[in-house]
């Protein structure tokens, strides 16, 4: 019955959806003071109606009802409750019902909070009636999460046991979040090209917006990132694979968005190329949409492989891009020309940094793209990896990097370095000491390397003169630190951790140590100056696995007395194994153990340390500290 019910109220947010895509846009043409009213009030039934089934699935799980497909694909009696809830999105159907309440949240959320009551407003809430209601019809025609099955089994498949950690109940939430929170950006860009706007209004009300969205995403992509790290056992943070470059892509279009929106929002100028960017960054969001759920690529992060499904995806992501590409290129005769700037402003770095995003997010659609359509084609299959994404990707870092810095600290419209001279000359000096000291002490690397290096230092040092600039100001209020404004800290701490974020990467990759043994029981391995002794294996019983644990010993180093314990968990209700790394973690570095498979009368025993590599997470979560600042200034205004 709470099945049914849920399925009830899909399509009555199917309705209402579309009641708050079509009447406001009537009501625009008679009785303009109704369409907002109308369009908020359908934001805010299409988000209670979604709720509502999102819960009734949430029950449907929580309660084991396997007569729901859904159910019995993706659980079992002898999961624990926090897999049961999170399983919900931990597949196809759910997922996507995950993605329609979060279409329908945005809507809510906007209609809620925004306080200027105008007619932009309700063509905005018609767009994501548009979005929610063709998600919605997605989701009922092909994806239906609340299918019976007659006669219902008595006990469930399960879900998949890589799925089965804590982080399946935040990374997808926060990855979603993300990339529907493009949507708004979207949303505000065919309101802007629809109703003729050519002010900075709707850039001003853009911005919280994208930072809402650029935050989650920012989180969701770190947290998927030391997922990987932990769960796969293969001792990396990034593979490049295809559905990691899904979520990567509109992360570099939003970051460029962002920058873009705060010049059209100040200075009036690089408006065309915001609305532009905002359209081109939603429909990479949606592209990714299409890449995990149509089947065209293999993956660990693929859900679905269902050509039906991915026409259906694929209907959407071009009716909404050539919708927006179509405004876009009628609208753009018409709009207003941008306001000049100097190259040496502040305006003319950010539109450079932007240019750089941009590139960068060309060559990972390339990459990511190229293989598909030769398959597609019949021309073959091939795989472009890390070597072409490495290799694309440091030569644009470097000068991305090298002129972040100098954005906030020039003036608008007409910028100097004079004045700044003597301090960039001091960070450029402090950052090539450092790399050298560096070299130094760990040893010879590539030019391009040491380069990037030199850069990623530069950018932490130009964070610095950022963060002194800023709180000039309010020096006489520094012992007081909490009364400072959460603005003095937005470019200095997203900069930093992003300076902080390559270091990370840099010194995991080009300093890491593996050791690969078959060991004995009492056998000593070496690593990185550390001796460690492998006790043997014992026998675990998990909540619904079982698991053989291995037990390593510190023998020396900051770590002595200390154990690792590596495990390979066998899931019987889904006859499969994972493989569980044991991580010993601090800022300088991670030891990071593997149990493998048996060799002979011994254990084979994968061993790394990676440097420095902590430093990708922190960035990331400094990243997005600093965009929630930013976020939390804006909100203190009009939305």
């Not at 009537?26 to 109308?38: D, F, I, N, S, V």
């Not at 693929?302 to 876009?328: H, K, M, Q, S, W």
Request: proline share 5%.
């Amino acid at each position: 019955m709470i099945a049914e019910f849920g399925h009830f109220v899909l399509v009555l947010a199917l309705a209402v959806a579309l009641l708050q895509a079509i009447a406001p846009l009537y009501l625009m043409q008679r009785e303009t003071a109704l369409a907002l009213p109308l369009a908020r009030r359908a934001a805010l039934a299409q988000f209670i109606l979604v709720l509502l089934a999102f819960l009734a699935l949430t029950y449907g799980f929580v309660r084991s009802d396997f007569s729901l497909a859904v159910v019995f694909a993706n659980s079992h009696v002898a999961k624990p409750l926090i897999y049961k809830i999170a399983g919900v999105w931990g597949n196809h159907e759910g997922s996507m019902l995950l993605w329609v309440l979060i279409v329908a949240a945005y809507g809510a959320a906007y209609g809620a909070f925004s306080k200027t009551q105008d007619v932009f407003s309700a063509r905005v809430l018609m767009v994501q009636g548009w979005l929610g209601g063709a998600f919605l019809a997605f989701l009922l025609f092909t994806s239906n999460p609340f299918a019976r099955l007659l006669p219902a089994p008595f006990s469930g498949q399960g879900l998949t046991p890589i799925l089965q950690d804590p982080a399946l109940a935040a990374h997808p939430p926060l990855l979603y979040a993300g990339y529907v929170g493009f949507s708004m950006a979207y949303a505000f860009a065919l309101a802007a090209l629809a109703g003729k706007e050519d002010g900075q209004d709707w850039a001003r009300r853009m911005r919280p917006w994208i930072l809402a969205a650029w935050v989650f995403l920012t989180l969701g992509i770190a947290l998927g990132s030391y997922w990987a790290y932990y769960e796969l056992g293969w001792g990396g943070f990034w593979f490049w694979d295809p559905v990691e470059n899904a979520s990567l892509m509109p992360w570099l279009a939003g970051t460029a968005l962002l920058h873009s929106a705060l010049v059209a929002e100040k200075r009036g100028t690089l408006k065309r190329w915001t609305l532009l960017l905002a359209i081109i960054t939603f429909a990479l969001s949606l592209s990714g949409t299409f890449l995990v759920r149509s089947g065209v690529l293999t993956s660990v992060h693929a859900f679905a492989n269902d050509p039906e499904r991915g026409l259906f995806i694929l209907a959407i992501l071009g009716v909404f891009t050539l919708a927006g590409f179509l405004l876009y290129g009628l609208r753009l005769p018409h709009l207003a020309a941008d306001r000049p700037f100097k190259p040496v402003s502040r305006e003319g770095l950010l539109l450079a940094n932007n240019i750089f995003l941009a590139t960068a997010t060309v060559t990972v659609f390339i990459g990511t793209i190229y293989p598909l359509i030769l398959d597609a084609l019949g021309m073959g299959k091939i795989s472009v990896g890390a070597p072409y994404f490495n290799a694309v990707f440091a030569p644009l870092t470097i000068p991305f990097a090298l002129l972040l810095p100098l954005g906030p600290l020039l003036n608008w419209r007409d910028g100097s370095v004079q004045k700044l001279q003597n301090k960039l000359a001091l960070a450029a000096t402090a950052a090539a000491l450092v790399t050298c000291g560096i070299m130094l002490t760990r040893g010879a690397v590539s030019l391009m390397v040491v380069v990037l290096f030199a850069a990623a230092l530069w950018l932490l040092f130009g964070a610095g003169l950022d963060m002194a600039q800023r709180l000039n100001p309010y020096r006489t209020r520094l012992h007081k630190f909490w009364t400072l404004p959460a603005s003095a800290f937005t470019s200095p701490l997203a900069h930093g951790g992003l300076a902080m974020m390559l270091l990370g990467i840099l010194a995991a990759t080009q300093w890491r140590e593996e050791a690969v043994v078959a060991a004995s029981p009492g056998q000593q391995i070496n690593i990185a100056g550390v001796a460690l002794r492998y006790d043997g294996l014992r026998e675990v019983d998990g909540p619904n696995y079982t698991a053989e644990q291995a037990r390593l010993t510190y023998l020396s180093g900051a770590h002595q007395g200390g154990h690792l314990y590596p495990e390979r968990r066998f899931y019987e209700a889904e006859r499969s194994q994972t493989t569980e790394a044991a991580i010993t973690t601090d800022l300088t570095g991670h030891f990071y153990a593997v149990v493998g498979e048996v060799s002979g009368d011994k254990r084979v025993l994968r061993i790394w340390y990676h440097p420095y590599v902590a430093f990708i997470w922190l960035g990331a979560v400094l990243m997005a500290l600093g965009g929630s600042f930013a976020l939390a200034t804006r909100l203190r205004r009009q939305i």
